[in-house]
């Protein structure tokens, strides 16, 4: 595992996404998002005009399209870097909303985003993981906010898990490691929660940062390598796209311990996932 406080840059490719495998888990991965939007304030109204929210990272925009069941008139943009991703948002969500407002989806790459207009919320979900140095980014985001909008954002806290470490240490084993190069390597770009609250704080945010352990109960065969599959697992299986023979051989050894480290019983897998939430209200 490198960890690295968001300093480091991966030099690869992005990982290529399956929005019908990340959807699978569609109701637990939901859930912190739900959490975190109840945590959010009303959203300022300037002007009385409807509000303007981004969403960084949509993915296949599911939750962006709970932005609009909580702000019903409000002009949403969900943006991500993967056009699987997109296209699966835009088939599913885009246009106008019930409450006369509307939501689209553009190709934008979180790392050098900035607020082209002044947004009352920005938002993201389990992405920012993804994004180096995001915390960099804070003071253009915070900028971007009409005054008394909200940045508010959730990333996974569980890269030294046991399903993210096994696979590290698989990833860096002598078998694996020239096969895969950089793409074996996860970089951890996310800050503690009390970094995270300081960085927010100077930055003349009210700040509200926590963390939740979910214990998630999964079901059916192998359920947490079926999850990773759908995130965590995206850069190596990209690396291994179209050898079929090595893919299924870093798979059954994964499974394998897997299987070791979250052994079925009699209700489910049990699968802990620590995640941080942060919601910051610009002043
Ligand atoms: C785990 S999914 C989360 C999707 C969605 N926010 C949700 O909660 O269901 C992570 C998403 O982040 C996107 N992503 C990763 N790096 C990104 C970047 N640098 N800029 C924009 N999006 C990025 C991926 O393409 C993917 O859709």
């Not at 569609?26 to 300037?46: C, N, V």
């Not at 950089?182 to 100077?202: K, M, N, Q, S």
């Not at 051989?249 to 620590?274: I, K, M, N, Q, S």
Request: charged share 20%; net charge negative; aromatic share 10%.
């Amino acid at each position: 595992m490198h960890s690295d406080s968001s300093t480091t840059t991966t030099q690869t490719e992005p990982p290529v996404w399956d929005p019908q495998q990340y959807l699978r888990h569609a109701g637990h991965r939901t859930r912190p998002f739900l959490d975190l939007l109840s945590r959010i304030p009303e959203l300022p109204a300037i002007g009385g005009l409807s509000p303007r929210i981004a969403d960084l990272g949509c993915g296949p925009g599911n939750v962006t399209a709970r932005l609009a069941d909580r702000w019903p008139d409000a002009r949403i943009t969900g943006f991500d870097l993967s056009p699987q991703m997109l296209a699966q948002a835009d088939k599913d969500h885009a246009g106008t909303t019930a409450g006369g407002g509307w939501l689209d989806f553009q190709i934008a790459d979180a790392a050098h985003w900035v607020p082209g207009e002044p947004y009352d919320l920005i938002v993201s979900n389990a992405a920012l993981q993804w994004v180096p140095n995001h915390p960099e980014s804070f003071p253009a985001w915070i900028d971007g906010l009409s005054p008394g909008g909200t940045f508010a954002f959730q990333v996974p806290g569980n890269f030294t898990s046991p399903s993210h470490a096994i696979l590290a240490e698989l990833c860096e084993s002598p078998r694996w490691r020239r096969r895969l190069d950089d793409h074996g390597r996860r970089y951890v770009h996310i800050l503690e929660p009390a970094d995270y609250l300081t960085r927010l704080a100077d930055l003349g945010c009210v700040a509200d940062v926590w963390e939740t352990v979910y214990c998630q109960l999964l079901t059916g065969t192998d359920p947490v390598l079926d999850w990773v599959k759908g995130t965590a697992l995206r850069p190596v299986l990209t690396a291994l796209d179209g050898d079929q023979k090595a893919m299924d051989a870093l798979l059954t050894e994964y499974r394998d311990r897997l299987r070791e480290a979250y052994p079925p019983g009699p209700h489910g897998t049990v699968f802990p996932f620590r995640r941080i939430f942060a919601v910051a209200r610009k002043k």
